[in-house]
C-alpha cells in the first residue's frame, strides 16, 4: 500500500520516532511539500555515523606550557560521501580559556572508501593526565538541510609533565660543579676527600695542600688538588600534604617544591651521586629508586606528573619511617615542605632525631613574597594591620627555621623563583665542605 503524508516523511526518515513528531506535521507537508522532501532526500543521501572508523595517534606527552598535537583520523567505509562537522572533547584544563572551541571543531569532507587525518592541538593549563572524551559528529546531506549526529569513544591520553623552568640555572652550577671537582683551568681546590691530582702552586693557595714528597722530586712546589666524593645517595622527598596546596602567585606550593626537586636531580646526576625520590603525606603517593642516571630525570617527570596536594595533614611519624627504609646507608636528604610552625613543631620536631642521627637533613620551603611586601603596608589602619600580620608571619618562619638548625638540620626558604637555584647552592655548598 503506497503511504502519504505523515506516514511517507516517517519511510523517508527512517530514523526518527513517530512520537517525537508533532500532529501539525501533516499539515507542514501539505503546505511545504517540497521543502519537507528536500529534508528527507538530504538526510537520506547523509553519509551515515555508526559505521565510520576513528583512530588516534599523536603526542602522549607535552611539557606544561608547551602545545601536544593528537591527530583523529576518520575512515569513511560507506558508500556515500561523508560532510560532517566534528568536535574531539577533552577536558577543559587542555587548552588555554577561550581558545576551546576554535580547537576542538573541525570541518571534514571524506569521499566513499576514503580517510582523512584531523589534528587536535592541546595547550594544557594543568599537570595530569589529560583523557580524551567522546567525539562528537554531525554528518550532513548535500544540500546542508538535515544531518545525522552520533558519537564516538575513541581514548587517548596526554599527560602533562611539569615545566622544569629552572633549566636555565643548570648551566652556571654546573660550571661551579666543575671547578669544585678541579677540571676548569682556575683549578679550584674543593674540599672533598677524594684525591683528583697534583699543580703548581699559585699564591693563595693552603699551605696544608702541599705535597712534599711530589715537590722533592722537582724544582717547583707541588700541590694537591680534590674533588668532592662521588656516588653519595641522595633522596628528594616531596611533601604533598595539605600545606602543599597553598598557592603562591599563580601555581601551588607543590609545583615550585617540583621544579626544585629537578634542578637539583639535573645536579647532582651529573656530579656522578645517585638520586631517589619519594612522595609522601599519610602513604607514599610516587617513589622513583635505583635509576641509572640518563633515566633519572625522565623518571622522575613521569612520576610528578599526576601528582596532586592531598587535603590531610602530612603523617611525619611515618614518612620518616619511609625514609629510613629506602636510605638504610647515610644519605643527604632533602626535604620539600613547608616552615609553618604547627607543622614542624607537632609532626617532624618529635621524630627528626630518628632521621639525623642517620642521615644528612636538608629542608627547602616555598616563602610567599606577597608577605614581604605586606611588612612594608602603611598608611592607613588597614595596612599597619596587615603590615603586622606580615612581621609576625616572618618571625614566626624565622623561628620554625632556628629549631631546625639546632637539630642540625640545613634549611633554605626562598621564593618560587629563587627556590630552584638555592637549593642547587646548599648542595653544592654540602659539597665543597666535604659533608656528602
Same mark, same amino acid.
Given at each position: ?93 587542555? +587548552? ?49 538541510? +538535515? ?64 705535597? +712534599?714528597?711530589?715537590?722533592?722530586? &722537582? ?6 688538588? +680534590? ?17 602543599? @596546596? ?156 632556628? &629549631? ?21 647552592? @646548599? ?5 665543597? @665542605?666535604?659533608?656528602?
Amino acid at each position: 500500500m503506497a503511504l502519504t503524508g505523515r506516514a511517507a516523511l516517517l519511510a523517508a526518515l527512517g530514523s526518527i520516532p513517530v512520537g517525537i513528531l508533532e500532529p501539525s506535521l501533516a499539515g507542514l507537508v501539505a503546505v511545504n511539500g517540497p521543502l519537507v522532501l528536500a529534508c528527507a532526500i538530504d538526510h537520506a543521501l547523509a553519509a551515515p555515523v555508526r559505521t565510520l572508523g576513528l583512530s588516534r595517534t599523536g603526542d602522549t606527552s607535552v611539557r606544561l606550557g608547551e602545545t601536544a598535537d593528537v591527530h583523529l583520523t576518520v575512515t569513511n567505509p560507506g558508500g556515500r560521501k561523508l560532510r560532517a562537522r566534528i568536535r574531539d572533547a577533552w577536558p577543559p584544563s587542555s +587548552w588555554q580559556p577561550g581558545t576551546e572551541t576554535a580547537a576542538s571543531r573541525h570541518e571534514v569532507t571524506v569521499p566513499a572508501g576514503e580517510r582523512r587525518r584531523l589534528t587536535t592541538r592541546l595547550h594544557p593549563t594543568r599537570r595530569g593526565d589529560r583523557t580524551a572524551d567522546r567525539v562528537t559528529i554531525r554528518s550532513y546531506g548535500p544540500l546542508g538541510l +538535515w544531518a545525522r549526529q552520533g558519537t564516538h569513544a575513541v581514548p587517548w591520553t596526554v599527560r602533562v609533565l611539569p615545566p622544569f623552568t629552572s633549566r636555565k640555572h643548570l648551566p652556571s652550577r654546573l660550571a661551579r660543579l666543575r671547578e669544585l671537582d678541579g677540571r676548569t683551568s682556575l683549578l679550584t681546590r674543593g674540599e672533598g676527600t677524594e684525591f683528583d691530582s697534583l699543580r703548581d702552586y699559585v699564591p693563595g693557595d693552603d699551605t696544608r695542600s702541599i705535597d +712534599w714528597r711530589a715537590t722533592a722530586r &722537582q724544582d717547583k712546589v707541588a700541590v694537591r688538588t +680534590w674533588r668532592p666524593e662521588r656516588d653519595r645517595h641522595i633522596l628528594i622527598c616531596l611533601d604533598t600534604g595539605r600545606t602543599s @596546596a597553598g598557592r603562591v602567585g599563580d601555581a601551588p606550593r607543590l609545583d615550585s617544591a617540583m621544579d626544585a626537586a629537578l634542578l637539583l636531580a639535573a645536579l647532582a646526576t651529573r656530579a656522578g651521586d645517585r638520586v631517589d625520590l619519594l612522595a609522601h603525606d599519610r602513604r607514599a603517593r610516587a617513589q622513583v629508586r635505583g635509576r641509572p642516571a640518563a633515566d633519572v630525570l625522565p623518571s622522575f617527570v613521569n612520576a610528578m606528573a599526576p601528582l596532586e596536594a592531598e587535603l590531610v595533614e602530612t603523617d611525619s611519624r611515618t614518612l620518616v619511617s619511609t625514609i629510613l627504609r629506602s636510605a638504610p646507608r647515610r644519605s643527604l636528604v632533602v626535604l620539600l615542605t613547608s616552615l609553618d610552625q604547627a607543622p614542624i613543631e607537632e609532626g617532624l620536631l618529635p621524630v627528626l632525631p630518628r632521621l639525623t642521627k642517620r642521615h644528612t637533613v636538608l629542608v627547602a620551603s616555598v616563602a610567599d613574597p606577597h608577605v614581604a611586601d605586606m611588612t612594608t603596608s602603611r598608611g592607613t589602619v588597614d595596612a599597619v594591620y596587615e603590615a603586622a600580620a606580615g612581621t609576625r608571619s616572618q618571625s614566626e618562619r624565622r623561628r620554625t627555621a632556628d &629549631q631546625l638548625t639546632r637539630h642540625g638540620v640545613h634549611v633554605v626558604d626562598a621564593t618560587p623563583d629563587t627556590l630552584a637555584p638555592a637549593l642547587a647552592d @646548599a648542595y653544592l655548598a654540602l659539597k665543597a @665542605a666535604g659533608r656528602l
